[in-house]
């Protein structure tokens, strides 16, 4: 079973900065938190991960909360090829990916 | 380089047809997984390899499915006699551990058993 909530769907504005939460309250300390996402007919591709420090790269920042249970990934500038299913998943090195139903974000114009 | 690459892209067949896809993974990953997605059940891990030997097949459905990793470039699934209900998208993807955060998947290969 996923071990993360995410809300069903979302919609953001072209060029407004996109804010998909993610509730993960049984999270273990050797478990990371893992975003990907999966545009339309293509396979999941890799976001940025995280144990407790906030982080960033090209694509993205994640935010995830002090105690743990919960994160932010942020698209700051979104674009209508941001549109796509979003996967926050919860991992310990060594585990599988366990892909929930995760988030459709809808970027308009 | 050139990625996860899968084939077929889409296969069409009858109920009770053998069906056979390829993944090629990416050079140097030693990791590799075989991934089924539906309407219904999501993402679904079914095997993964790990240096070209099954370590967990847990998610394979039943033994109509089968996996085989002959050399490290090389993966098939198959699926013999084919049923509607296995009609999904099937999707490779490998790492360079097992232990590594980037899954690097192909496009999928659409199957659609009549």
């Known amino acids: 079973d996923a071990k993360t909530t995410q809300p069903t769907s979302m919609d953001c504005a072209e060029g407004r900065a996109a804010n998909l939460p993610c509730n993960h309250s049984?999270?273990?300390?050797?478990?990371?938190v893992y975003w990907y996402r999966q545009i339309h007919s293509q396979g999941p591709q890799y976001i940025i991960h995280?144990?407790?420090n906030n982080e960033t790269n090209e694509m993205a920042s994640l935010i995830i909360t002090e105690d743990r249970k919960s994160s932010t990934l942020i698209l700051p500038h979104a674009t209508l090829r941001d549109t796509a299913v979003y996967y926050c998943i919860v991992r310990a090195y060594g585990q599988n990916f366990v892909f929930g139903p995760g988030t459709r974000l809808s970027v308009l114009p | 380089d050139a990625g996860v690459i899968q084939s077929p892209r889409h296969e069409v067949t009858e109920m009770g047809q053998e069906v056979t896809l390829r993944c090629k993974p990416i050079s140097g990953h030693n990791s590799l997984f075989w991934y089924r997605q539906t309407m219904m059940r999501g993402l679904e891990l079914l095997i993964y390899f790990n240096n070209n030997v099954p370590i967990d097949d847990s998610g394979m459905p039943e033994d109509r499915f089968s996996a085989k990793m002959p050399n490290a470039s090389f993966s098939t699934l198959k699926i013999q006699p084919s049923e509607p209900r296995d009609s999904a998208v099937y999707f490779c993807?490998?790492?360079?551990?097992?232990?590594?955060?980037?899954?690097?998947f192909g496009e999928g290969s659409r199957l659609t058993v009549l």
């Open positions: 993807a490998s790492s360079l551990t097992r232990d590594r955060e980037e899954l690097f």
């Open positions: 049984t999270i273990s300390g050797n478990e990371y």
């Open positions: 995280g144990l407790k």
